[in-house]
């Protein structure tokens, strides 16, 4: 174990050092990536994997998706870019053109006008075969069948759509998933209070298409994906980090936009579209 000298240390009234914070985590990143037992898998944006522990994301962890506002300000209940972005999440545990395990998707109807994911659509990122559909009633039910889909043998990943934010149920996902290297996504129709147990949190919302003279029903879609949490990653900063990506429905690709690289600190996508 890497030794801790006393120059790492600042003064009381100062606190810890940047130095002393960074070591503290890159024991955290290797302590959590043994006790996983799996390497992370890139999420298949350089950009992104530069800051995410081991380079990707960990098999055996929690993970949050939930859905931000949208240039107009709002949350839109029905928009479909958290649900793209973990179907994405999902196809890089379990690739389409790979053998792999089921994909449990458990799911609470949220009213009369609710629908299950359209299936030709998350086609582009796995195999709709894999797929395994839960619907239950109350909230408990539904994570109590993502905890026991953690623990079954040939599960590739478990995802949870919920509005809940159950502190002691996150925890038993973090754990379940952790000991028997199995991804676990919940997915939040809208911002939730932020919890410490999760690996990482994602906060996506679509952007506008760019803008193509005759054929604007043709771009291709665009979302807006902010990391407001990264347990084991990259040191955090002043401005949780966002991009801009676009995705290509021909080559199944996700890619960055160039122009909308990280931005100085203070910039942020709210003060952007303020001005």
Known sequence: MPAISPKDFASPAAGPTAALREQVRRLERAHSAQRAGRS????????????????????????????????????AAHDGAPLGFAAHMLGRFSPRHEAGGTILWCRQPSGVFDA??????????FDPARLLMVTVRREED??????????TPGIAAVLGETRAADPTAGRRL??????????ALLLRPQPAPPQSVCT??????????????????????RWRIELRRNRFGAPSCEEMPTWLVE???????????????????????????AG
Do not use: C
């Open 247 to 273: 995705w290509n429905d021909e080559t199944h690709h996700l890619a960055v936009v160039p122009q909308a690289r990280n931005r100085s600190a203070g910039e942020s996508w709210r003060q952007r579209l």
């Open 142 to 151: 539904l994570f109590w069948a993502m905890e026991e889909g953690l623990r």
């Open 174 to 183: 973090s754990l379940a998933a952790e000991k028997n290297g199995v991804p």
């Open 200 to 221: 990482t949190r994602w906060r996506v919302a679509s952007a506008p298409s760019p803008e193509v003279p005759g054929i604007e029903i043709l771009s291709a879609p």
């Open 116 to 125: 299950p994911p359209y299936l030709p659509t998350l086609s582009a990122w």
């Open 40 to 75: 992370a898998i890139p999420l298949g944006l350089p950009e992104v994997d530069a800051l995410l522990p081991e380079g990707g994301l960990f098999t055996g962890a929690l993970h949050e998706i939930e859905a931000g506002p949208t240039p107009s300000g709002r949350v």
